[in-house]
Nanobody, 110 residues
Framework: QVHLVESGGGLVQAGGSLRLSCAAS??????MGWYRQAPGKQRELVAT???????NYADSVKGRFTISRDNADNMVYLQMYSLKPEDTAVYYC??????WGQGTQVTVSS
């Protein structure tokens, strides 16, 4: 069993930045990542990263978001720049194959 705890969400103005953090309860040897779910929409992939650092991003966040992980501390991060109102969502940390955090709210005001 793996427990994932997110932190770092909040309210920010459009154009601002936020950094999300996710702490895992033990070492993760599989891919980790971030998903998000906006009101009335399905959960969607934001970014994933393998243990060796290979990253994958949704087209909507490429060039604005950066995912990273610290395997020694069992952490994964999402640095978000140039935030837009459409980035408003609950952001969930994920560890393959089926582990999810509780989510952290990100709200971007226009």
């Amino acid at each position: 069993q793996v427990h994932l705890v997110e932190s770092g969400g909040g309210l920010v103005q459009a154009g601002g930045s936020l950094r999300l953090s996710c702490a895992a309860s033990r070492s993760i040897f599989s891919s980790m990542g971030w998903y998000r779910q906006a009101p009335g929409k399905q959960r969607e992939l934001v970014a994933t990263i393998t243990r060796t650092g290979a990253a994958n991003y949704a087209d909507s966040v490429k060039g604005r978001f950066t995912i990273s992980r610290d395997n020694a501390d069992n952490m994964v991060y999402l640095q978000m720049y140039s935030l837009k109102p459409e980035d408003t969502a609950v952001y969930y940390c994920y560890a393959a194959p089926t582990y999810w955090g509780q989510g952290t709210q990100v709200t971007v005001s226009s």
